[in-house]
Each structure stands twice: as structure tokens, then as C-alpha cells.
């Protein structure tokens, strides 16, 4: 199944989601230098903190930040990431940074980073097709910004 996204009103959301919010905006700000000293102002659990911080975002922020991260687990054969990274290209976005892990039991692990500005297509249609992409195992989207 695909991802799905929405648009939420603040005051419709539990409050773990918006003091996790309100760290990631302290910590850009740079009013605090670590999680721990911003989740702690809030009220926050560092645990509550890293479950929530890479899905959630101001509307504003995932119009300006392009840059998301995908991970992947691929089935270590010739061609699988040449072929997961022509769909990207032909999804018009440009790989950043790609990360292999040295393949163990058949599988690599795979991290790259995508600028997804140029793209047409929302992230959740490249997420789906790489994950329908033969030689991929598992696909998913651990960060944006």
C-alpha cells in the first residue's frame, strides 16, 4: 500500500506530534543544542521524539525542503541498483548521496538521498514504484528536509 498523507489542523493532533514539532523547531532555531535539553523544555520523551520526528513537518518546510532520504533493502544480483536508480532518474530526481552496504545473506542495504524539487510526481509515486521494482526488498522513506 502506498503512503498516504493529510493535512491535519494543530489542535486535532495528539499532543506527542506537536511537542515533537516543537523540538525540530527549537533545534533549527538553535535555541537548544541537543534533543535531549529541547525535548525535555517541552516535555517530551526522546523516545516519543525519534518515533515521530521524520513524519512530521510544517506545511511550508515540505514545500521549500526537497531533499529526502530512502532506504532500501535490494537483493544482491548485477543491475538491481543501476535499474532502482534509472527509476529515480526517471522520476526526474537527482541522487545525492548513495550508501551500500557490503551485502550479507543475498542483501544489500541501500541509502540514498534524493533533491526531489525537479520532480512532477509526489515522493509516495517513486516510493511505490521502487517498491514494485523487482530485486527490491523493502523500501522506506526515513527522512525528509
Known amino acids: 500500500m502506498a503512503e498516504r498523507y493529510y493535512v ?10 506537536v511537542k515533537t514539532m516543537h523540538v525540530k523547531e527549537m533545534l533549527q532555531r538553535g535555541e537548544v543544542s ?6 525535555e523544555r517541552v516535555g ?4 516519543a521524539f525519534y518515533k515521530y520526528k521524520d513524519g512530521i513537518y510544517m506545511l511550508d518546510q515540505m514545500d521549500r525542503e526537497r531533499i529526502v532520504t530512502i532506504a532500501m533493502d535490494l537483493d544482491h544480483r548485477s543491475g538491481v541498483l543501476s535499474k532502482v536508480l534509472s527509476l529515480v532518474a526517471a522520476s526526474e ?20 538521498s534524493v533533491d526531489t524539487a525537479p520532480m512532477q510526481q509526489p515522493i509516495a509515486t517513486l516510493i511505490e514504484a521502487l517498491r514494485q ?8 522513506l526515513t527522512g525528509q528536509g
Not at 491535519?8 to 506530534?17: F, S, T, W
Not at 541537543?34 to 525535548?39: D, F, G, L, P, Q
Not at 517530551?44 to 523516545?47: E, F, G, P, V, Y
Open 34 to 39: 541537543t534533543v535531549h535539553e529541547a525535548a
Open 8 to 17: 491535519v489542523r494543530e489542535d486535532l493532533l495528539p499532543e506527542g506530534i
Open 133 to 140: 521494482q523487482d530485486g527490491v526488498r523493502k523500501v522506506n
Open 93 to 112: 530526481g537527482n541522487v545525492l548521496t548513495i550508501h551500500q552496504t557490503i551485502p550479507l545473506q543475498g542483501m544489500a542495504g541501500v541509502v540514498i
Open 44 to 47: 517530551l520523551s526522546r523516545s
